[in-house]
């Protein structure tokens, strides 16, 4: 046999990436699921606003407070009669930090407001509320 008959009965290498991208495919659905509940395990829906500021970045302690007003500072649950003592804590460790509360649209104003005011009285440089914005309807831009 010569040469050129040798190589035409030689088996190309084919590499299939059909199983690999069916694999990728099938964790970035499963991430794209599990994404959005890794954040504190009960899910917090958030007042909306107009004219959010997206500038509005603050290097802050975040406090959630659930529908049923579970407390969760930087996604770690506190219970009610203990907030008040992490909270001095938190702001002793790190005096310049503002907070930012995090409240189900069903929480209680007057909840809220009493969180302002113990956050306030702690000493935080500042309190925020953190909203989201309202989606315009098409006339009302």
Do not use: C, W
Not at 17 to 44: H, K, S, Y
Not at 55 to 75: G, I, P, Q, W
Not at 87 to 111: I, Q, S
Request: net charge negative; aromatic share 4%; no cysteine.
């Amino acid at each position: 046999m010569d040469a050129k008959s040798q190589s035409r009965n030689q088996i190309l290498p084919e590499i299939n990436v059909t199983p690999l991208v069916d694999v990728v495919l099938v964790l970035l659905i499963i991430f794209m699921v599990i994404a959005p509940q890794l954040e504190a395990g009960e899910r917090v829906e958030l007042p909306g606003i107009k004219n959010v500021d997206e500038k509005a970045k603050l290097d802050a302690f975040t406090l959630t407070v659930t529908a049923s007003e579970r407390y969760l500072l930087e996604k770690e649950h506190v219970e009610a009669a203990a907030l008040h003592n992490v909270l001095v804590a938190a702001h002793e460790r790190e005096p310049n930090k503002r907070m930012v509360l995090k409240a189900d649209r069903g929480v209680t104003y007057g909840k809220i407001r009493s969180l302002f005011a113990e956050a306030q009285e702690i000493g935080f440089n500042g309190v925020a509320l953190m909203v989201e914005e309202k989606q315009k309807r098409g006339a009302e831009k």
